[in-house]
């Protein structure tokens, strides 16, 4: 588990980074609009995503079932939305081709999740 929770904040904070300071050129990949108002809420979503890498990678080395159970719910209930949200976006021609592989980041994330979450108390870092 804490492997797939270091490895989802790093992409999380990537995806985090890109959005926050380079918008228009993460927008432009996936073939969607660069209009100011998607900028700024492209640059609104990468800080959403910085602060949810920072707790997934504290949270990591946790030990305490309460804190990561409520991580990983958050993190699958997000991932199911997320998934949902790209899945139309790809479908309806909002994103190009590209919008697909935010299906499978969605789609890996979120089953990993949901595995170490039905896994509970014995998928806990550093347990015996």
């Known amino acids: 588990m ?13 995806y985090g980074i890109s959005g926050a300071l380079m918008p228009s050129f993460l927008l432009a990949n996936y073939g969607v609009s660069t ?6 809420m492209t640059r609104f979503f990468g800080a959403t995503l910085i602060a ?15 804190a990561l159970r409520a991580v990983l719910v958050a993190h699958v ?6 998934f949902v949200i790209a899945v139309f976006g790809t479908v309806a021609g909002t994103m190009n ?13 979120g089953l990993g999740a949901l595995y170490y979450l039905v896994s509970g108390r014995q998928a806990v870092p550093g347990r015996a």
């Open 2 to 14: 804490k492997t797939f929770l270091k490895v989802t904040a790093v992409v999380a904070a990537i």
């Open 35 to 40: 209009e100011a108002a998607v900028v700024l």
């Open 52 to 66: 949810w890498a920072v707790v997934i990678w504290l949270v990591s080395d946790c030990t305490d079932w309460v």
């Open 77 to 82: 209930v997000g991932d199911a939305v997320g």
């Open 97 to 109: 081709a590209v919008g697909w592989s935010g299906v499978l980041i969605y789609a890996v994330f």
